[in-house]
């Protein structure tokens, strides 16, 4: 069974840091992308970041670049978000999500549970 | 990137069809054929309805289906049932200046 288990989050003041991770299970973690998109409280779906199988391919959303990293170790089968430079607007639930593969940009098939992260002095 | 737009609430009674636009430009929707569509219910995490414009994943029942006209794509749900009551997001690759994806801004469909 695919499983994504997203932990790291919570209360940080507003310029700290967090690091998110994304533990996979039930798949050939190393042979997909993996993505990052966040949902503020109330609010509609934003993709985040995306990373390629073999992390050749690293994208961010203007929101965040220059600010967030993603990194992947396959070997551990795990998804990381390194966040910095926090700000208010950053708040949201923070899930990571399956790419589909075989060529395809889509992505989505598995989602884990979501971290929340809070951004607040 | 602006954000896709999605009629903020539709509704039909069990059984009947709902049928929900997701309006982009020529820069995401019109420009390629990666339209997504997910389903969320309260709480929960995302789910994958269509991939690709059209292609349903496994497991998702073939009352979802979904097509594209220009830079308007659609989500059309056939025989309401009750567990379709959700928010319902759109998404497309809007890659042509770099790699990026964008959402709509979510329709709740109800259930009547």
């Known amino acids: 069974e695919v499983q994504l288990v997203e932990s790291g989050g919570g209360l940080v003041k507003p310029g700290g840091s967090l690091r998110l991770s994304c533990a996979a299970s039930?798949?050939?973690?190393?042979?997909?992308?993996m993505n990052w998109v966040r949902q503020a409280p109330g609010k509609g779906l934003e993709w985040v970041s995306s990373?390629?199988?073999?992390?050749?391919?690293?994208y961010y959303a203007d929101s965040v670049k220059g600010r967030f990293t993603i990194s992947r170790d396959n070997a551990k089968n795990s998804l990381y978000l390194q966040m910095n430079s926090l700000r208010a607007e950053d708040t949201a639930v923070y899930y990571c999500?399956?790419?589909?593969?075989?060529?395809?940009?889509?992505?989505?098939?598995?989602w884990g549970q979501g971290t929340l992260v809070t951004v607040s002095s | 990137q602006s954000a896709l737009t999605q009629p903020p609430s539709a509704s039909g009674s069990p059984g009947q069809s709902v049928t929900i636009s997701c309006t982009g430009t020529?820069?995401?929707?019109?420009?390629?054929?990666?339209v997504s569509w997910y389903q969320q219910h309260p709480g929960k995490a995302p789910k994958l309805m269509i991939y690709?414009?059209?292609k349903r994943p496994s497991g998702v029942p073939d009352r979802f289906s979904g097509s594209k006209s220009g830079n308007t794509a659609s989500l059309t749900v056939s025989g309401l049932q009750a567990e379709d009551e959700a928010d319902y997001y759109c998404?497309?690759?809007?890659?042509?200046?770099?790699?990026?994806?964008?959402f709509g801004t979510g329709t709740k469909v109800t259930v009547l």
């Open positions: 999500a399956r790419g589909l593969g075989s060529g395809s940009y889509s992505f989505g098939d598995y």
């Open positions: 039930g798949f050939t973690f190393s042979s997909y992308s």
């Open positions: 990373i390629s199988s073999s992390s050749s391919y690293i």
């Open positions: 020529s820069s995401d929707v019109g420009g390629y054929n990666y």
């Open positions: 690709e414009v059209s």
């Open positions: 998404s497309s690759y809007a890659g042509s200046n770099n790699f990026e994806w964008v």
